[in-house]
């Protein structure tokens, strides 16, 4: 079944782009990037900015937007049975070229798990000036570390935002 990514959370002010492989089936159905309640991603970004959780989607996007982060997927469609990155066929690559040209403040990609980033390199061709950093997935599929193990990995995004980009 082929399946399309969701439109970009990106504006003139992003200079951290979080990138995933593809949404899940929850995410899709929803229209809401990491929809599914397995997935550690937006307990892990409300913790590592020491922010108070929220299940509202409209505080989530309002989290990574005071962050200057924005999210997509690597692949703009793809064939998958389910929600496994393993199982994609298919695939068909976001426009980066465009979207570097459009939003020029980008300095940072994390790649949120090696599925993610092992497309994009497969593809296309990393821009200079921008640093690509690999983190584990946040997925429940991904038992390989603990809750904390990846909240350890993931505050490399939080410490590159207030590090570099003081306002």
Not at 19 to 40: D, P, R, W
Not at 141 to 156: I, Y
Request: proline share 2%; with cysteine.
């Amino acid at each position: 079944m082929l399946k399309k990514a969701l439109q970009p959370l990106i504006d003139n002010a992003t200079v951290i782009l979080i990138m995933g492989t593809m949404a899940g089936e929850q995410s899709i159905a929803k229209q809401e990037y990491y929809a599914n309640k397995g997935n550690l991603f937006w307990k892990i970004m409300f913790a590592i900015f020491k922010e108070e959780f929220s299940t509202s989607y409209e505080d989530r996007k309002a989290l990574v937007k005071k962050y200057n982060i924005g999210l997509w997927n690597v692949l703009k469609s793809c064939k998958r049975e389910g929600s496994s990155d393993a199982k994609i066929t298919e695939e068909i690559l976001n426009d980066f070229e465009s979207l570097h040209k459009q939003f020029p403040n980008i300095k940072y990609v994390f790649f949120e798990s090696k599925a993610a980033a092992k497309y994009f390199h497969k593809h296309t061709i990393p821009q200079e000036g921008i640093t690509y950093i690999t983190l584990p997935s946040t997925s429940g599929l991904n038992a390989g570390l603990t809750k904390a193990e990846k909240m350890e990995q993931w505050k490399v995004v939080s410490q590159v935002r207030l590090s570099k980009h003081q306002d």
